[in-house]
């Protein structure tokens, strides 16, 4: 599937709101903006989901975030396998944030019976969205696929070791403990249960 064709899939989630009938084109970029975001994509990178709404981009650390429906500026929000890439086109000017999957350090979720609220909170840039409910758990989705896709750290091999050698360092063991018998520094007792305990390891 295109860029186009998320961004259809989305705006369908919208046709029974009493907004979208109101405003459609308030749900559709315009040809200018949708241009300037398809070459950001990267090559191998696979859309999750798309959606043009307004996004509120606040510093990393802001004391306060927006909560109102509709805040913020309109432009195409797009969660890939990669990353989440907010690009916004306003009278021929373009910029564009992005929070890579390694970035995302925390995401917020609330909803009611209509709406919903969404901040993901990254490393140097933070997205908020509040908007209709279908529409933000659709994007909710994305965001938990791409955070719980990444590779975990692989463990560590078990060390192996050689049965020879814990061989040789539990004979090892014990001449120092008949050493110690023969000195008189531990009893008959004493020396018999530390040597069946050193056996009882190989």
Request: charged letters at 25%.
């Amino acid at each position: 599937m295109e860029l186009i064709d998320f961004l259809d899939e989305t705006c369908n989630l919208r046709r029974k709101s009493l907004a979208f009938k109101l405003m459609q084109t308030n749900y559709r970029p315009l040809p200018n903006a949708y241009d300037a975001c398809v070459p950001l994509l990267l090559p191998d990178e696979k859309i999750k989901t798309a959606v043009y709404m307004p996004v509120n981009v606040c510093p990393a650390g802001c004391i306060a975030y927006p909560y109102s429906a509709g805040s913020g500026q309109r432009g195409i929000l797009v969660v890939s396998n990669c990353r989440i890439l907010f690009s916004k086109y306003y009278d021929g000017n373009h910029s564009f944030y992005e929070i890579s999957a390694d970035d995302i350090t925390d995401v917020y979720y609330d909803t009611d019976p209509k709406e919903a609220y969404l901040r993901v909170n990254g490393r140097n840039v933070v997205f908020v969205v509040h908007d209709e409910l279908l529409v933000v758990e659709r994007l909710k989705k994305a965001v938990d696929e791409l955070r719980y896709a990444q590779p975990e750290p692989e463990a560590a091999a078990p060390i192996q070791t050689n049965p020879a050698d814990n061989m040789d360092q539990i004979t090892e063991a014990i001449k120092n403990l008949k050493s110690l018998l023969d000195l008189g520094a531990i009893t008959q007792e004493e020396f018999d249960a530390k040597k069946k305990q050193l056996l009882s390891l190989n």
